[in-house]
């Protein structure tokens, strides 16, 4: 508990140091700000700028204004007047306005002090302190050179140091920006220098007042020494100053009243205190006590001589200021090119990340516009080559949806179904699975453990024989898998499969040429014996017209009977398109049966069909049906023929035709040999037969097969156990796509 409780208070410990170490520090802000620094005589510093810029840029504007009006409140005290804390809290304001914008605090200040700051206080020190001019601009200058300076100086602080938000913690900047350091360093030289040469001239100010004075009075002595007994002039000069001082000799006892009719609100005798002596305003209204003898005073006014001197402190800093001024133009022309600059670039990322052309402009500095140009050409380059991968991703995807490619990673062959990663161009992966034709079960199942593969096959429950060629690489034992591949749709694999079927049919009917001949000679035979007896009838006298019309009758009878087994052989000997049809089964198993009759009369089989309730259309491949059902019929009837070669009583076939609850089923039943063995473990693969050599291609059951897959159905082939001969079993779905509602 007590830890948990240290643990919670330490922030609040910590914040209230922070606060503690806050307070203190402006409270030594403050003192510091308190003091007047004399550096030359006219040349006072004060440190309250410093302070309010850096606790602005840490703490924001409040805290910026309250140190602004704290340390510059004991100006109050020095010049009888609050005009520097109203002065210092424009200032606040000012920054705060411009400093957004990215301008620094020197920048700021300087014209800030320029226009405003010499305005106010401009006017102050002339109308209330009645300075002239030059002493006026003297001053105003110094305070625009002390404010640059220490803004300068909080520029440069404030840009090394920043002060962390979490914590009121202060650091050390990671990075600082180039501007506003050029800014710091160009403002802090300019105005530290004129500052240094202005602290040098007042610096020799009094100096020189002080050899000024030694001259007046020895001037004064020489008249005294010279001319004794002669009135003192009204003005003298000395020795290297053009300008002419007034002079009054008055009795001692009445100094200061003399003074005063010189203007002189003070005079010196060279023994004044240091605070007053170090002052301008002190030698503006003091006059030089030059010689007292025998109860009369000399006293000399040094207003002029002072004035001279302004003039030529003025004349010095004026090209310096002009230079302060020229670098601040300078800058802020320079910060105007470099915001342009930025703003390019910035134009040219937002070209670039839109992928649009960067436009040709010319930047303000040389080094930016190659740097530009560098940029523009990559993106030029980038641009072009990913129109060219735009368009080769077009031709891709054309490609895919041409020939359905599908690109693959992580395949595996299941038993019924291809499992794989799909990688599409801009859609990412995804699982797929591929459900397989179980027709091509065997053949893809046999590939595992191989490295390279390639295999044609077929899609499961897919209303068209859409046939694809596999490809895969690289196979990993571990994980069963190939990791690369792809999947291409293939049209000429759906032709040869159309003609491999078409093929089946021819090689049936080749098998069944007897049947038919002995099919055909038989009307051929009748229609040959029927016009000889109908053309004797017609030569008899008088002609039989009747019976030779009989005759004519049969030999009509006869030419339909040939043209109908010509008709159905060459419809099953077409080749299929494949195409769906309203079908009816049953209609469509007689069909199949008449044109195997000459085939089963051939050999003596009696055949049977039996339909036990109506069945609706369905839509199915018709010529594939027929296919079925005389592939069947053809294999019961040498199934037959082989139990006879054995002497077994074999001589029927039933055809079972029957509706069940989802499904029809059809059963094809015979009285033959039955399964061999070697037949009964797979008697659908291809070339699986137990016929005699040359008696049958062993693609019978195999193509059927094919053919019930394609339609959605399922085909069986069993012994007839305990009793002789086959059953081969076929059921088609109710519910498929393809039936008729």
């Known amino acids: 508990m007590i830890a948990g409780l240290r643990q919670v208070n330490i922030p609040a410990v910590s914040s209230l140091t922070a606060a503690a170490g806050w307070i203190v520090a402006l409270a030594v802000a403050v003192w510091l700000s308190s003091s007047r620094f004399v550096l030359a005589p006219g040349f006072e510093f004060y440190l309250g700028p410093l302070f309010y810029l850096v606790a602005y840029r840490w703490f924001g504007v409040r805290w910026g204004l309250i140190t602004a009006v704290l340390t510059m409140a004991p100006s109050i005290w020095w010049w009888g007047h609050p005009v520097s804390v109203f002065l210092a809290v424009g200032h606040v304001l000012a920054v705060a306005h411009f400093r957004p914008r990215q301008f620094s605090f020197s920048t700021i200040t300087f014209f800030y002090q320029l226009t405003i700051g010499t305005a106010v206080a401009g006017g102050l020190v002339y109308w209330h302190f009645n300075a002239p001019i030059e002493v006026t601009s003297v001053v105003l200058l110094r305070k625009i050179l002390c404010e640059v300076t220490l803004a300068g100086i909080a520029d440069i602080v404030t840009l090394l140091i920043v002060r962390d938000g979490s914590d009121c913690r202060l650091r050390r900047a990671q990075v600082i920006s180039l501007q506003l350091s050029l800014d710091a360093l160009v403002s802090v030289a300019v105005s530290g220098a004129a500052t240094l040469f202005l602290i040098g001239t007042l610096t020799n100010f009094g100096n020189r007042l002080s050899i000024l004075e030694d001259q007046i009075r020895g001037v004064v002595e020489e008249l005294r020494v010279n001319a004794p007994t002669e009135r003192l002039p009204a003005t003298i000069r000395v020795a290297g100053s053009e300008a002419p001082l007034s002079l009054i000799a008055v009795p001692t006892a009445e100094l200061a009243a003399g003074a005063q009719r010189l203007g002189c609100s003070r005079t010196d005798r060279g023994i004044g205190g240091p605070d007053d002596r170090n002052t301008f305003t002190f030698w503006m209204r003091a006059c030089v006590v030059a010689d007292t003898r025998g109860g009369v005073s000399i006293l000399v006014a040094t207003r002029p001589l002072v004035l001279e001197i302004f003039r030529t402190i003025l004349t010095g800093l004026l090209p310096l ?59 030029d380059e980038y641009l072009d080559a990913d129109q060219e991968r735009e368009r080769l991703a077009r031709t891709v995807d054309e490609l895919r949806n041409a020939i359905d490619l599908r690109l693959m990673s992580g395949l595996r062959i299941g038993d019924d179904a291809l499992h794989y990663l799909e990688l599409t161009p801009g859609a990412g992966a995804r699982d797929v699975t591929l459900p397989f034709n179980p027709a091509d079960r065997g053949a893809l199942t046999s590939l595992r453990g191989t490295h390279d593969i390639m295999a044609e096959f077929r899609v499961a429950d ?68 029927a016009a000889e007896n109908g053309a004797a009838m017609l030569q008899r006298d008088p002609p039989a017209y ?7 009758v049969r030999i009509l009878e006869q030419v339909a009977r040939a043209s109908a087994i010509i008709e159905r052989t060459s419809t099953y000997a077409r080749e299929e398109r494949g195409d769906r049809e309203p079908t009816d089964l049953v209609q469509a198993i007689h069909d199949a049966a008449r044109f195997m009759r000459p085939v089963l009369h051939e050999r003596g089989i009696e055949l049977r069909i039996v339909a036990n309730s109506a069945i609706a259309p369905l839509m199915l491949p018709r010529i594939g049906i027929e296919q079925i059902i005389v592939n069947a019929l053809q294999n019961a009837a040498d199934s037959i023929e082989q139990a006879r070669g054995t002497g077994a009583v074999a001589t029927s076939i039933r055809i079972e035709i029957a509706k069940r609850d989802d499904h029809v089923e059809i059963a094809i039943r015979d009285d033959g040999a039955g399964l061999s063995d070697s037949l009964a473990e797979s008697p659908f693969d291809a070339f699986s037969t137990s016929k005699p050599a040359g008696k049958g291609t062993g693609l019978g059951l195999f193509i059927c097969r094919q053919i019930v897959d394609e339609i959605g159905g399922r085909i069986a082939l069993s012994g007839n156990a305990p009793g002789p001969g086959a059953t081969l079993t076929l059921t088609f779905p109710l519910s498929s796509p393809w039936s008729l509602k």
């Open 462 to 529: 897919s209303e068209a024989q859409n046939w694809f060629l596999l490809l895969a690489h690289d196979y990993d034992a571990v994980a069963c898998e190939w990791r690369f591949g792809c999947l291409i749709r293939l049209r000429a694999s759906e032709a040869m499969q159309t003609k491999m079927l078409h093929n089946a049919r021819l090689i049936e009917l080749g098998g069944m040429a007897s049947a038919l001949s002995h099919e055909l000679r038989q009307p051929l035979f009748t229609i040959s014996l």
């Open 546 to 552: 009747d019976r030779a019309k009989q005759k004519y």
């Open 321 to 379: 200021m002009a230079y302060l001024l020229l670098a601040e133009v300078v800058l802020f022309g320079f910060r105007r090119s470099l915001s342009r600059s930025m703003r390019l670039w910035d134009d040219a990322v937002q070209d670039f990340a839109g992928r649009r052309r960067i436009e040709t402009v010319d930047a303000p500095f040389l080094e930016s516009t190659a740097v530009l140009k560098m940029l523009r050409t990559a993106t």
